[in-house]
């Protein structure tokens, strides 16, 4: 399974775009990036999800280089309510069991007023 | 509509108790998973079930835990001789489809088990 890595934490302010980024340096052909967020007292929740190049939805935006050795989470307009972890896996699109089910520690972001 | 459910939402249980813990996926999803995640770490694997057959059991710490899913709907981890290492949040999630990490995984909001 590909290791990821993320930073612990960051901090920013209300209105800025936040970046985080994820390595994972031995990414499969057949692997996908998937970003979770997580708030205190409550289950991780989906983000969005991507295999090259760029994604965006409602929420985020997901840029993954062409070497797909990292990706970065984009989170536009940050308010006080985007203070929660965010957690990075990567893992197969088909399977059961837990391909690409490995959390880590993800990135604790702060948004400060 | 209703999303995974779990109870009870806060156990405090002596050492050396036996727990149940009970999820509620949604309706209709094939896959179910367990994870126990420990206070300022991420989530970790414990189980996974599609349907009613227990497909992983990989992450599961020790024989004293122990899950089912009978039905292919409702899912009991059960821990036996508790221990205060079992302090933890334990997390369940159901997919719709077969596994995999392009599945969206639709997450409950655990429950807090506490050992004394």
């Known amino acids: 399974l590909a290791k990821t890595t993320q930073p612990i934490s960051m901090d920013s302010y209300e209105g800025q775009e936040v970046n985080i980024t994820c390595s994972h340096n031995n990414i499969a052909t057949n692997d996908y990036i998937t970003w979770y967020q997580q708030f205190p007292s409550q289950g991780p929740r989906f983000i969005i999800q991507?295999?090259?190049t760029k994604v965006t939805n409602e929420v985020a935006s997901l840029f993954i280089p062409a070497d797909r050795k990292s990706s970065t989470l984009s989170l536009p307009r940050v308010s006080l309510s985007d203070t929660a972890v965010y957690y990075c896996l990567v893992g197969p699109a088909s399977g059961g069991g837990a391909d690409g089910l490995t959390f880590g520690k993800g990135t604790h972001l702060i948004i400060q007023p | 509509g209703a999303g995974v459910s779990q109870s009870p939402r806060y156990k405090v249980a002596k050492r050396g108790q036996d727990v149940a813990l009970r999820c509620d996926p949604i309706?209709?999803?094939?896959?179910l998973f367990w994870y126990q995640q420990a206070l300022g770490q991420g989530p970790e694997f414990l189980t996974y079930f599609q349907n009613e057959a227990q497909l992983d059991k990989s992450g599961l710490p020790s024989d004293r835990f122990f899950a089912e899913r009978p039905e292919g709907s409702v899912s009991t981890l059960k821990i036996q001789r508790t221990q205060q290492e079992d302090s933890a949040v334990y997390l369940c999630a159901s997919s719709t489809l077969a596994g995999g990490s392009t599945d969206t995984q639709y997450f409950g909001p655990g429950t807090r088990l506490t050992v004394l």
């Open positions: 991507g295999y090259k």
């Open positions: 309706s209709g999803h094939v896959s």
